[in-house]
């Protein structure tokens, strides 16, 4: 018989190919009033749980995962905390995706037709997630993410292997410097993404030793999340193909669905895209998120948008993780 220490059980979906790890069953209760504070609780005294899900053999250097919680507000039906190689997110667009799918097409809440509505409370805020069903099985899922903004045009940074590169700094429920591939002599492409990586971490650690950020209004969401690096389409039927890296250099797969939210507010803040005018994001895999602009905003004395943003999510597999007494790598290990 074998000797545990552990078991945890979860439910494996991708959206646009980028993975979600939910974790169903194998945590503790989490205190905190706010998923702010379960967050922090879970970084100060449970991170060993995150490590042993995303962290080597069990997941990867890009694996990404995601706690469901109790609500801690009114509106929602859910908490959740996202977690990733370094450690936790602020809001996870693609995770919002794969959980609709996963909580509708296995009933794990009451399901109507032609659409569910789930609310989840997120480091971030407030998410309103809405979810076609046909009284068989899911179709795609939609958002309404937390107002996103620009927090610092034109940045100008220096990197030791592209040079000079200039973006936008923009909040869409994490903060990302947007920008454009073709500073450096690159295309979001999968058989660049070595060199895209490079830029990417080159670009954060920039922007992190030059601009020290302040959200207007949650000091808990004070950090730059990643890059995220546009270029011209690499299918057909996308305006833009993109990729996020973020956290320790990890590569989103899918087109970012807090990316996308933030990426279409710039556009619009920029008078680039029209109130409703729809955009369609691409991935450096060839999958999609659609989005719009549904109203303009405000975020302290920032100029913002509220976005939606619409894609597809597919579970993979039923797991049941387990840890021995004797096994040597009980967080597992980061190893590229």
Known sequence: MLNLSRTIHTIDAHTGGEPLRILMSGLPPVPGTTILEKRAWLRANRDDVRQFLM????????MYGAYLLPPTTPDAD????????????????????????????????ERRSPSTRIGFDTPAGFIEAHVEWDGSRVGQVRFNNVP????????????????????DIVFGGAFYYYINADQAQLSVKPELVRALIQLGAETKAAVQAKVQIQHPLEP?????????????????????????????????????????????????????????????NGSIVGSSFSVRVTAPARVGDFDAALTEVTGSAHIMGMNQWLLEHSDPFPTGFFLR
């Open 148 to 167: 996103a903004f620009i927090y610092l045009r034109d940045l100008e940074v220096d990197t030791p292997s592209f040079g000079k590169i200039v973006g």
């Open 55 to 62: 962290n080597e053999p069990r997941g990867h250097a890009d």
């Open 220 to 280: 808990g969401l004070d950090q730059l999340y990643g890059t995220i690096i546009d270029s011209a389409p690499n299918v057909a039927g996308v305006d833009q193909s993109n990729v996020c890296i973020f956290a320790d250099r990890e590569v989103d797969r899918s087109p970012t669905g807090t990316g996308t939210s933030g990426r279409a507010a710039q556009l619009f803040l920029r008078g680039k895209l029209g109130l409703g005018q729809p955009y369609v």
């Open 78 to 109: 859910f908490g959740v905390v996202f977690i990733h190689n370094e450690g936790y997110s602020d809001m996870c667009g693609h995770g919002i995706i794969a959980l609709g799918k996963v909580l509708v097409e296995l009933g794990h809440v």
